[in-house]
């Protein structure tokens, strides 16, 4: 199994970014404009993205002040893992580093070197809604 680990600091606090990965309102701001996203454990997210002709969906299977965890349920992300750690960086400071591992991927092929870049791509979007608040999505059409 091939795992996709990256991490970034964002100038937000901790509830602010987690807002954006684990609402509906936080996902449409900085991912794809087509999500509806359910919260708590056992809830789906159902993401859609220009040219997938269906949604992809994903169940919450862990639900923390600091700890999200997904696990995809069809397309290309089916038995994986996605879990957004949130570390604060220091008492009383808007800033948190976000830990993301993207787990659970079959191989090291073209799947899964197209998601590491998609990954560094999409979090450079919602680094930038967190720390400033405007929305900007970086899918604005569904799936098709």
Known sequence: MADIAMQLTIQADAETVRAAVATEAGVRSWFTADAVVGEGVGA????????????????????????LVLAGRNGPWTG??????????????????????HAGFP????????FTYGWAT????????????????FFTGGSE
């Open 80 to 101: 994986t893992t996605q879990t957004y750690e949130l570390r604060e960086t220091e008492p009383g400071k808007p800033e948190v580093t976000l830990v993301f591992t």
């Open 44 to 67: 789906e997210h159902a993401l859609g993205f220009p040219g997938v002709p269906e949604p992809w969906r994903l169940t919450v299977v862990e639900s923390e002040p600091h700890r």
């Open 107 to 114: 191989a090291q092929d073209e799947t899964y070197r197209s």
């Open 122 to 137: 999409k979090f450079t979007a919602l680094k930038t809604y967190a720390e400033t608040g405007e929305p900007a999505p």
